[in-house]
């Protein structure tokens, strides 16, 4: 049986090589991977801008998508990447045969994150990257606010996680389609512990009558259980 062409796509202060352990066991089973990362993460931030914006994380998996000229494509969209991932199915749906939101958060059209969040929580995040940017962009988290608590796994996230852009959580996400433009979708979500701010998501996808999985570990599963997420992924 033919493997399966892969496009991972990270969240908030990851990037690409957050899914470097997922990726590999997916190759090992015969599958294309690729795991862009976002204008201005990782790799990438010596691009940070004031002029990132959601628009901009769209465009980035558009581009990568016809470019690489990858079509039959599981687009999987971890925490943030949710956003991003729903935005190039409104765009390039020919392109993709089904969606993966791992954990991921899920905006309707005209929404930005900052629109789904309490408001104590907003303030205290323009706080944050006005006291360390000026407002360009919002400091990393710590790892164990993703659920990473375990030595290794923090030696691997903690030294390469990188302020985001700060635009793409204020600016909304824009789409002229339903959300996932009438492909198949999968939510998996993380269940030990839950990460609050994806709760609204999996509401949705139970709203919307999405079939629903759970991986037991925590936000970051593609690195505290990247051998649980690699055979879901593999057995969709």
């Known amino acids: ?5 892969f ?3 990270h969240g908030l202060w990851h990037g690409g090589w957050s899914w470097a352990r997922v990726a ?3 190759r090992a089973k015969g599958h294309r991977v690729s795991a862009p990362t976002q204008t201005g993460l990782g790799e990438r931030s010596h691009l940070m801008s004031a002029d990132i914006t959601m628009d901009t994380f769209v465009q980035d998996i558009v581009r990568h998508l ?3 000229d990858l079509r039959d494509v599981t687009l999987v969209g971890h925490s943030f990447g949710g956003a991003p991932v729903t935005g190039a199915a409104d765009l390039v749906a020919d392109r993709i045969a089904e969606l993966v939101y791992l954990d991921g958060i899920m905006l309707e059209n005209g929404e930005s994150w900052f629109d789904l969040l309490p408001e104590d929580i907003v303030q205290a995040r323009t706080a944050q990257a006005r006291a360390s940017s000026g407002g360009l962009s919002l400091p990393p988290a710590p790892p164990e606010a ?4 375990h030595p290794d796994d923090v030696a691997f996230l903690q030294p390469r996680l990188t302020p985001h852009p ?3 959580l204020t600016t909304p996400l824009r789409l002229t389609h339903p959300i996932a433009n009438g492909r198949p979708v999968t939510y998996i ?3 030990d512990p839950v990460y609050p701010p994806a709760t609204i998501a999996h509401d949705r996808a139970r709203h919307l009558g999405w079939p629903v999985r759970e991986i037991a570990t925590g936000h970051d599963a593609m690195v505290t259980a990247p051998g649980a997420v690699a055979k879901m992924l593999d057995t969709l």
Request: charged fraction near 20%; glycine fraction near 8%.
């Open 1 to 5: 049986m033919p493997g399966k062409t």
């Open 7 to 9: 496009v991972l796509v």
């Open 24 to 26: 590999d066991l997916l």
């Open 66 to 68: 016809e470019w690489e």
């Open 146 to 149: 993703f659920g990473v608590t």
């Open 166 to 168: 700060f635009a793409t």
């Open 189 to 191: 979500r993380c269940t």
